[in-house]
């Protein structure tokens, strides 16, 4: 009878920290799990985010684009040439101005947007002359540590026939997007 | 004789063991505890900030495909949450492009802001 008491002893301190183990087991697994939720929706958090700075850099561009045609139209409206000029000044070769950079190099430019002019959100862009029309591609990518995003616009600028349909249309009228896809 | 002192000996080790045990295990106890309830409300936290995040982008989004943007500064409760949208004429860009920016509040306290661009046309 003794010797079951004797064997007994401890019984208690050994089942108490049993039970605290599985606790600190159960608690671990929480927290982690808890952990990695919260993690991953901070990261979510910041890819929208990211998505919607390089959008919003794209609109902001095209917003520029149009400003940028408007002037074009405005330039080569007193020229001879009324179709090479405007496509000088989008491409910037007029000689008789010495502000025309032309639209690649303006639309590269933080300093010329208004909103999107933040450190972690880079432009590209690049023009290819398609006989019948310009196609204009921009890429803006938002850079937050890790997170990158990425999407590119295609833009097609159209040439006016004329002078003369230069009173009647509107820059919007010139340009359309083409594609927007996400690149990474 | 022998026998008697130990049983004498080993009397009241059961007791010292069970305060022992329930120390250890008030200890533990309460540590686990803060835990959970930390848990529990950064838990509670991030899906607020989720529910936030998910309900800036749906007004934004609905805000960018409607046909006509008007400026200014609107303001309504969804749930617990209360919406701000500030729509804004960008003058730069005359009346081509609107500036829009939803912020998402829950008990005045800023939760979420996303921001956009429209273009009119």
């Known amino acids: ?184 | 004789m022998i026998k008697m002192r130990k049983r004498k000996l080993s009397s009241g080790f059961t007791l010292i063991e069970t305060i022992f045990s329930l120390v250890i295990f008030l200890i533990l106890f309460l540590a686990i505890s803060t835990l959970i309830v930390t848990i529990v409300k950064s838990s509670h936290d991030s899906r607020n900030r989720y529910q936030a995040l998910i309900l800036a982008q749906n007004r934004l989004e609905s805000i960018k495909a409607m046909p006509n943007i008007e400026a200014g500064t609107y303001t309504y409760e969804y749930d617990v949450f209360s919406i701000e949208e500030d729509v804004a004429m960008i003058e730069d860009y005359k009346d081509r492009a609107y500036r829009i920016i939803v912020r998402v509040y829950l008990n005045e306290k800023l939760l979420e802001t996303l921001e956009s661009i429209k273009i009119t046309r």
């Open chain 1, 1 to 184: 009878m003794l010797k079951k008491k004797q064997a007994n002893k401890g019984a208690i301190l050994v089942l108490v920290l049993l039970m605290t183990s599985a606790v600190i087991s159960a608690g671990t697994v929480l927290l982690s799990t808890s952990v990695t939720n919260y993690k991953m929706k901070h990261i979510n958090r910041r890819v929208k985010k990211a998505q919607y700075n390089a959008e919003g850099a794209l609109n902001e561009a095209y917003a520029i684009a149009i400003e940028y045609i408007e002037s074009a139209l405005g330039y080569a409206h007193d020229k001879e040439n009324f179709i090479n000029s405007y496509l000088n000044f989008l491409l910037g070769n007029c000689e008789d101005l010495s502000d025309n950079i032309g639209l690649i190099n303006f639309l590269k430019d933080n300093r010329n947007y208004i909103i999107y002019n933040n450190s972690n959100i880079f432009i590209e862009a690049e023009i290819f002359n398609k006989i019948d029309f310009l196609q204009l591609e921009i890429v803006a990518s938002c850079i937050d540590e890790k997170i990158e995003r990425k999407i590119k616009m295609t833009c097609h600028i159209l040439i006016p026939e004329d002078k003369s349909s230069c009173n009647t249309i509107e820059p919007e009228d010139l340009i359309y997007i083409y594609d927007w896809k996400l690149e990474s």
